[in-house]
Every structure is written in C-alpha cells, then in structure tokens.
C-alpha cells in the first residue's frame, strides 16, 4: 500500500503512512501565478494499491480539483487500486433540492470523483450519512468524536456533560458520552426571523456547578456554537468547551467562540486549523488497515 | 434553444442569448461563508437545449466546479441536449506529461466535464489546438482574432504590422493581418537561465514610424508582451499596442504593459477584465446558429 498526502492534508496524510508503516508517494505542488494547480507524483504507483489523503476544507474548489487531479494521473500511471480519503467532504450539506432548480452539489462531486477513478471513498464525520447511499463504489464514514472525548478524558474531564447544539449531532455526542459518562442533551437551532441571526432554544439542563462539552460535526462560522456556551454559562456550567471534527473557522467563529465564554475549542486534523490538537491518523489507518485498501 | 449565463460570464452569456434572440434561463448564485459555491436554475430547462455559457478565469476552480454544478442540475432537470460555451479554457496549457509522474490537468478536465453530462463543447483561441482531439464529443475552437483586427481597424489602424510574441501565435497575426493588411511577423520568447525573467530575442523588423500591435491568446503576468513591446518601441514603432483573447492580467500586468509603452491593451470578453472592450458574442452566437446547437 503506498500512500499519497494530498497538498491539503500533507501532515495527516504522513501521519497516516507511519501508523501503517507505508511507503509514502510525495506529490510535487504548486499554484501557477494565475491560479491554476499544477501537481506531479514523485515515485512510482504503477501496479500499486494507492491511498490518496485529501481534504476537501476551505478554499474547497482548489482542493476538490487537485484530488481530482491526484486520482487521474494515479489512474492514468497505471495504479491497481485508488482509494481516497476525504477527511473532511465539502458540499454534503448540499445533498437535497430543496429549491426547484437547485444543484445537488454534493451529488455532482461523486459523479466526477468517480468519474475521476476512484475505487474506493473514505471520509470522517459526514454531515449527512445518507450522502454515502449515493455512492457507487463502497464508501464508508469514520467517528472522531471517540477520539475527541478521548482528549477530554485525559484532561480530567470525565462526568462532563455532553451537548449537542443541533438534533442532528445527537449521535456524535451519544459516542462521546460513552468515554465520558458525564449524560448527554441536545439544542434546537434557532433562526432570528428578523435579524437571520443563529440562536439555540433555550432550555434547562443539570449542569449547574459542572463542565459542559458541545460537540458537533463542523465549527463553520460558530454562531450556532458561540450561542449554546452562552446559554450554558448563563445556566451555571464550570467550563465550556467546543469540540468538533471540522475545524473549519470561518473568519471570526475562533473570536466569537471565546467570547461566548468557551475554555477551549478542540478541532482534529481533518482539517488543518490553530485548533487541530487530535489527530485522526490513526482512526483512519485502523479503517485501512482492519478492512484493506 | 435556451442560454444560461454563468456566474462566470454573465454579461457574455446574455450577450449571446440577445444576438441569438433565444430565452435565457438564469442562475442564481451565491457563495456560502466557508466558500461553498451554491447555484440554481432560475427555469425551466426540461426537454431544452440548453447552452451554458461559462469562462474558466481566475479563480479557475471555482468557475469549473460551477460549470460542472449547472450542467450536472441541466441534466438532471432533463435538458435534452447541453452544450457549454467555455470562452477561455483554463488548464489547457497543462497537455502534456512534461516530467513523469505530473497530472495532464486539461485531459483531467474534460474527463470530468464530459462524465458531467455535456453533448458538445465550444470555446475561443484554445491554447493548443490538438487539445480538441482529447474530447469525445464534438469540440470546436473559435477565434477572436478578427474580431480584435477589426477593433484596430476601426480606430484607422488598418496597415498597422501585427506581431506573434511567440511562435504559437503565428497562425493568430495571421488571421489579424488578413483584416490590416501591414503584414506580420513573430518573436521568439526567451528566458534568462539566471534571473528566470522572460524576454523577447532581439530581431529587426520594417516598423520604424509605423504602429504595431502584439497579438497573443492569453496575456497573463504580461512579462512577454512587456518585453515585446520595449523592444518595438526601441526599434522606433511609433505606436504599440497588446490585444488578446483572454486578458488574464495577473497581478500588476496591465501597469507592466502600459509601463513598457504601449499606447493600448485591448482584450475580449472571454475573459471579464478593464480592457474587455470586444465582445465575442457575435462569434459564440454565429457559431451556434450556423452549426445548430
């Protein structure tokens, strides 16, 4: 097995090789003055069982075309078998019409990356599972939020409370419950009619006096992060922290976060950010490993 | 037949649909936060014939990962034919596995952008022809060479001697030549093995106290045709201009150009840019009303 880092993921896709102990094929890349991506493989993958590491997070389109680019030209030299690891997949929140005419961006990526190749998909923390029925070839998706709670246990925080601002993470933070002990609840999101603003329902948990950890999928933005802290400080919790797979970020959230009264925000390296403290190498080096490339 | 301009050509893609007196259909558009293109047929596109038309530009892949987002929904609504209009190509500079191991981004391209869906493809002043031939389905190049003639001719610059930067721009002078009639001939790019700057080779031309114009494909950086129009001036060329199918003007070329002494950049709408004073849309429009889409 010989495995590729993507120019998006090169410390995870490394970090990868060594728990398998393969031969890594580093990628030779830059971007032209006018923006285009230009990318070699330096080695050999003819005949060989490839695993390309690349993450799909902001600027999403660059990083999408250089896998697509990657697969191609693995394919294209002669690789027996391509599997890509997509540790964070852009565009699955876009998996549903639900305007007339709107694209299913999520659906057009599959088309081309496996029209690109590809023989087998891996991802981490997809934000809709179903997105993975969609594929043709076998695709399957990873937890970290064992991995995250890991980070707390060793941190001394067993018996915090687990949260999830949304429903739709109340399976991410049932995981995390089981290394914590701590109970687990979860928010509604809430949109401000008038202003857009994202707010959480307001709603009383026993938390008085304890540590309280919000995980969730992704950190995009952090509105919807920054208001579940606020609440839960205002409800009495000890220390607030926010955990999530996706350290995406965007522009202020790290500021908003903190600001809201959060202790900490623990992201994994899935995608690379000030925050990536927990890695996700060896979650998916055990996937490779355990069922094959 | 009906048109839909892209969020990357949407003067050019009306444009079209004026001079064609065809119905468009457009595309609401937007980029979410975290940079996330998300798009939307704005009508019906059904049983159609649909004709996207979409520049590759900076920022490419973001323009490419739309084209594949509109056509991909075109389809999938049940348009009955799609042809795209892609007035400058990006990526076709990458055509050839150059050192082993290196992506052929074009072939990449058109692996994908057929595996999305489309029936014919279109696009302006191609950097290689020969890349034509990597298509499956009908692909054809259109030249806005005599459109831009025509543009100097109409300024009274007809007599005025037409310039290829470099070799592969021979067969375009040509084309302008045939509407000026001041004959033509080309440069030879060089670069210098110490500094990497690009130059021009010193060669004499009959163009003292006459005006000449430096037509080239692209002018990205600006370094050729900067060095080109020096050169001329220093020969004693009372006036030079630079015109182009696809202005890219990456950085500071427009200032490095106008620096250098030229009167003029002039440039097309393949490409949305300060000097885009010549549409093509008569040309995209003759070609798909002559040849039927």
Chains 1, 2 share one sequence.
Not at 40 to 63: A, K, S, W
Not at 175 to 203: M, P, S, Y
Not at 246 to 270: F, R, Y
Request: with cysteine.
């Amino acid at each position: 097995m010989i495995v590729i880092p993507g120019p998006a993921s090169q410390d995870l896709g490394r970090k990868v090789a060594d728990t398998l102990k393969s031969r890594t094929v580093p990628v030779v890349f830059k971007t032209f003055p006018d923006g285009e991506s230009y990318l070699r493989l330096d080695g050999n993958v003819t005949g060989e069982e490839v695993v390309i590491v690349q993450t799909t997070g902001p600027p999403q389109d660059v990083h999408i075309m250089q896998l697509f680019l990657m697969v191609d030209v693995a394919k294209d030299l002669g690789a027996k078998k391509v599997t890509v690891v997509v540790p964070y997949l852009a565009y699955a929140r876009q998996d549903k019409r639900f305007l007339p005419g709107e694209a299913i961006s999520i659906e057009t990526f599959i088309k081309l990356i496996e029209a690109s190749g590809i023989d087998r998909f891996l991802t981490v923390n997809i934000h809709e599972e179903g997105v993975l029925n969609k594929f043709s070839v076998p695709a399957e998706n990873l937890s970290a939020m064992t991995l995250l709670a890991e980070y707390f246990k060793k941190k001394g925080l067993t018996g915090a409370f687990s949260l999830a601002p949304d429903q739709g993470a109340l399976e991410l933070v049932k995981e995390a419950d089981k290394v914590l002990n701590g109970g687990c609840g979860w928010l509604r999101k809430e949109r401000d009619r008038l202003t857009g603003e994202i707010g959480v329902e307001e709603k009383k948990f026993d938390i008085r006096g304890r540590d309280v950890i919000v995980f969730d999928d992704i950190i995009s933005t952090g509105g919807t992060i920054a208001a579940a802290v606020k609440m839960l400080k205002e409800q009495g919790a000890r220390k607030v922290y926010a955990a999530c797979a996706h350290p995406l970020l965007v522009g202020e959230a790290q500021k908003k976060i903190m600001q809201s009264g959060a202790e900490e925000i623990v992201g994994t390296d899935c995608v690379p950010s000030p925050v990536s403290v927990v890695s996700v190498a060896p979650l998916i080096a055990e996937a490779l490993a355990e069922r094959g490339i």
